[in-house]
């Protein structure tokens, strides 16, 4: 038997553990090249719920994107359904080559993390994938000859400091960058507009049972977003003929959050240098050229990208970091940043080691260290307690580095939160903040857009 629990049901109780395996079913590319479905299972004890989510990209210039970005497309917005219920066993129909499997396990392993911390759920880290073995090379793996690095670029934008960044660098190098940007947000819409570059959009489609799945008992949590993005930036630019996918993924993404079940747990792993290598592993072994996906800011730290945001004041009334925005459920968006979470907190802290209180008020509305509410969560920024949030932050030493930035201007030392928190923070040479608003290696940047990381400094 067969059923399917949708919005007309949700009310239908769902226990994940009567759910034995997911199965990786199929994908498909409409015969215009422009709307990509992947199908999935959740299968138990005579019971199989099935999934389709689609995503539509901008009509191709060329050619189909390659085979390659498809596959690893497909096996990676899978997560996205695998975690309702994160069965012991992933069984891929049509079958992996070894470089797709161990993509997979690695997207589980380190992109998942999080979500398996947070529902305790260890054995789900690595959970037996089953699949025939192919050997055969990619149908269109004929080599990258007519991809060229000078073409313009693509970047990602999702309305936060990073992107602007990018963007704003790139245009300074003359090298006419694209925004590109998947679903539609307001913050992100409104920083392309003000950066007046060419634009480019994707929609991902979930499908429509995850929320009712998640109100009736599924499991729920964070899934590695941004290496799903990356994937559909890589095939928009491969089916348009444009260069390199240019991302805003900083030094500081590698900087986890705590250790658990003898790993690591980074809630920016597939922002990581990790995953930027693993990616570009697989462009490698299907033919392409690697240098399609790099980020721009990986030499930088958060630090060092807010000082070159502050010189950017046409994007203060518009960038928005706070992940409330972006909420898959509209009812649940905020309109503008809601000063309570960490991601708000820390933006508006490295801001403030470059912006004066005034300005930082008009952006936020409020002063975030002026608040006694916030002391906790800056405790566990500078890690004074607990662990690093699980948000887009940086590391304890930049966030401490900020701290006493801010300390050192007459305007911040009148905030409640600045004279209260520094005497518990080891004061920072002078040299340890120079190192970190350095550009600092390792990084794939070739040398075409090396220049780019000066441009704002």
């Not at 090396?450 to 704002?456: C, P």
Request: hydrophobic share 40%.
């Amino acid at each position: 038997m067969e059923a399917t629990l949708d919005n007309r049901n949700a009310t239908q109780a769902f226990s994940p553990k009567d759910y034995s395996i997911f199965e990786y079913s199929s994908y498909s590319l409409s015969e215009d090249g422009c709307v990509f479905t992947g199908d999935y299972a959740l299968i138990g004890s005579g019971n199989t719920i099935h999934f389709a989510e689609t995503i539509t990209v901008p009509a191709i210039e060329t050619s189909a994107p390659r085979e390659t970005l498809q596959r690893l497309l497909f096996l990676a917005c899978g997560l996205s359904y695998y975690k309702a219920a994160a069965p012991q066993v992933i069984h891929v129909k049509g079958g992996l080559r070894d470089s797709e499997r161990e993509f997979l396990a690695k997207l589980i392993r380190h992109g998942l993390g999080e979500f398996c911390y947070r529902n305790d759920l260890p054995e789900s880290l690595e959970p037996r994938i089953e699949s025939d073995r192919l050997t055969s090379p990619y149908s269109d793996s004929d080599g990258d000859e007519c991809w060229s690095l000078e073409s313009r670029p693509l970047v990602p934008v999702g309305g936060g400091k990073d992107s602007i960044v990018t963007l704003e660098s790139l245009k300074r190098i003359g090298a006419r960058p694209i925004a590109f940007s998947v679903n539609k947000f307001k913050a992100i819409e409104d920083c392309i507009d003000i950066s007046s570059c060419d634009r480019l959009r994707a929609t991902r489609k979930l499908d429509r049972q995850l929320p009712s799945l998640n109100k009736a008992g599924a499991y729920n949590g964070h899934v590695p977003v941004t290496a799903i993005n990356s994937i559909i930036a890589l095939m928009v630019a491969d089916s348009m003929s444009f260069g390199s996918i240019v991302m805003s993924n900083e030094r500081s993404a590698e900087f986890g959050n705590l250790t658990w079940n003898g790993g690591e747990v980074n809630h920016q792993w597939s922002k990581s240098f990790a995953f930027e290598v693993l990616l570009r592993e697989q462009l490698t072994i299907s033919t392409l050229d690697p240098d399609r996906y790099f980020s721009l800011l990986r030499p930088l730290t958060e630090l060092a990208i807010a000082e070159r945001f502050a010189k950017l004041p046409k994007y203060f009334t518009a960038f928005t970091s706070c992940n409330r925005l972006f909420s898959i459920d509209p009812q649940a968006r905020q309109s503008t940043w809601c000063c309570k979470c960490p991601k708000c907190h820390f933006v508006f802290l490295i801001l403030a080691a470059f912006l004066p209180p005034e300005e930082l008020h008009s952006i936020f509305g409020t002063n975030i260290l002026d608040s006694p509410n916030n002391r906790e969560s800056y405790r566990e920024i500078l890690g004074l307690t607990g662990h690093k949030p699980f948000e887009c932050v940086g590391d304890y030493e930049e966030a401490a580095a900020a701290w006493r930035l801010a300390a050192s201007q007459r305007g911040w030392r009148q905030a409640i939160l600045i004279p209260q928190l520094l005497p518990s923070l080891q004061r920072i040479p002078q040299a340890a903040i120079s190192q970190l608003l350095s550009v600092t290696p390792p990084h794939h940047i070739p040398k075409r857009f090396e220049e780019a990381l000066h441009a704002i400094a």
